[in-house]
């Protein structure tokens, strides 16, 4: 079986220099950086995103809160109003009815989204306090 050592007499075909070196290190030393410069710039999209979902849950929250108080509100309102409708025809009394008509088409009228708007411009307010 040839030994397949090499003999000190054996020239290699290339053989690095002092710059040469130099550069590779340098080569390595920017990959590095860029890989460092990466992992930084998902580490701050990562925090971006989850303050962005933490945002968007708190405006949720709120926004089902502010949509369960308005909207019970308005179902004990037509609750009332349906039952002073139904008292006021047992009664044949025609200017209860019409009141209580009238104030039916009015809460009808006004949707609670209509304050969506001012919510909105509270909510996209990062100094604003809310309490709900």
């Given amino acids: 079986m040839p030994d397949t050592r090499r003999s000190a007499d054996e020239k290699v075909d290339w053989l690095a220099t002092t710059p040469d070196a130099a550069q590779f290190l340098m080569a390595i030393v920017d990959v590095a950086k860029r890989v460092d410069a990466n992992l930084t710039e998902r580490a701050r999209i990562v925090a971006e995103r989850d303050k962005e979902i933490a945002r968007i849950s708190a405006a949720s929250q709120g926004l ?7 909207f019970a509100e308005r179902r004990e309102l037509h609750q009332g109003f349906f ?6 025809i047992e009664d044949r009394d025609p200017e ?7 104030g039916i088409v009015e809460v009808a009228k ?9 919510l909105r411009s509270v909510w996209a307010d990062p100094d604003a306090v809310i309490e709900i």
């Fill in 64 to 70: 089902r809160d502010y949509l369960d108080r308005v």
């Fill in 110 to 118: 006004h949707s609670p989204l209509n304050d969506i708007v001012e």
């Fill in 83 to 88: 039952a002073r409708l139904d008292k006021a």
């Fill in 96 to 102: 209860t009815i019409r009141a209580c008509v009238t």
